[in-house]
């Protein structure tokens, strides 16, 4: 089974969850956070696609796990799902959604 394909359900629960947010008349929370999820997901893939020491912060190198394409997917899946896990929070906080339901 494909990386990509584990990360499909998160990708369907941001869809879900941001379009519950912007039904209920909250329109910015939903694109702010989706320009989050796109920055931690450059600097997951940066993280995780290069090996040691290929950024530098000053002389400070980076950590980095040289998983190549790998690494973009899980990039990509742990962006998704930070940015879904804020989501989800926001929506139980709100009761936009019914406490019954259990993910």
Sequence with gaps: MSLFALSIP???LSSFAGSQLRASGNMRLPNVLMMCMCLLDVVFNALLIFPDGAFCIGSLPIP???LGVRG???GTGLSQLTVDS???LRLWRKQWMPREVRL
Excluded: C, M, Q, Y
């Design 64 to 66: 980095g796990f040289d």
């Design 72 to 74: 973009a997917a899980i």
């Design 86 to 88: 804020v989501l989800l």
């Design 10 to 12: 998160f990708l369907l």
